[in-house]
C-alpha cells in the first residue's frame, strides 16, 4: 500500500514514517508540508492513501482533500489531527475521508485504521465516534441561534464591520456587539474563523 504523509512538523513526519515502514505491506512513497507541494506529490505518485495533519501552516488538509477529490477523486484520505470539535470533524467528513484518528491516540489505532480503509471501510477513532454520538443529543445548532442571530451570522461571513451590520439591519452598534458576544458564546467558538466553519458545518450560512 503506497502511502504519502502531509505534515507541517518534521519531526512527526519522521515519526510517521518510521512508524508505517515498520510494517512490510506499507510503504511510504513520499511526504510534504504543505497543500500546494501535496497536491503535486500526490498527483505525481498516485499513493493509495494520503494521511494528513489539519493544520498546515496557512492552510488546512480540509483544502488539500477538497483539491485532491477534484484531480485525482479515487484518493483515499486519513485525518490524523488534535482537533476534535464536533462541527470541524463533521465538517471534515462531509468531504467524504475515509478515516479520522487524533495525534493522542495510540500507534496501534493508527494501524489499525490504514487496514481499514485498505479494506475499503471507513475509520473513525474511539474518541471521535464517543464525540459524534454525543452530538447527536445535543439540540440542532441551527435552533441555538435566533434569526436575529443569523442575520448577523451571514453578514459577519461576508466580512461586514459591526457598524455596517447596524447600518444593514437598522439597530444600534452596541445591539449587533451584544449579538456577537451571543452568537460566539452559544457557537462555542473563538475566532471569526472558528464561527465561518461552525457556520457551515451546521448549514447556518
Known sequence: M???????HSIL???????????????VVDAAANVPDAV?????????????DYNLGEDD?????????????????????MHDESHLVKEILKEGIDGYVLKKDTKKELLEAIYAVRAGRMYLSNDINTMLVRSLQ??????ILTNREREILQLIAKEYSNKAIAEELFISERTVETHRKNIFRKTQTSSIVGLIKFAYANNLI
Open 40 to 52: 503535486r506529490t500526490i498527483c505525481k505518485h498516485k499513493p493509495d492513501l494520503v494521511i494528513t
Open 2 to 8: 503506497k502511502i504519502i504523509l502531509v505534515d507541517d
Open 138 to 143: 445535543e439540540p440542532d445548532q441551527g435552533k
Open 61 to 81: 488538509g480540509l483544502n488539500l482533500v477538497r483539491k485532491v477529490k477534484r484531480l485525482e477523486p479515487t484518493t483515499k484520505f486519513i485525518v490524523l489531527s
Open 13 to 27: 513526519l519522521d515519526g510517521l514514517k518510521k512508524l508505517i515502514q515498520e510494517d512490510d505491506m506499507l510503504q
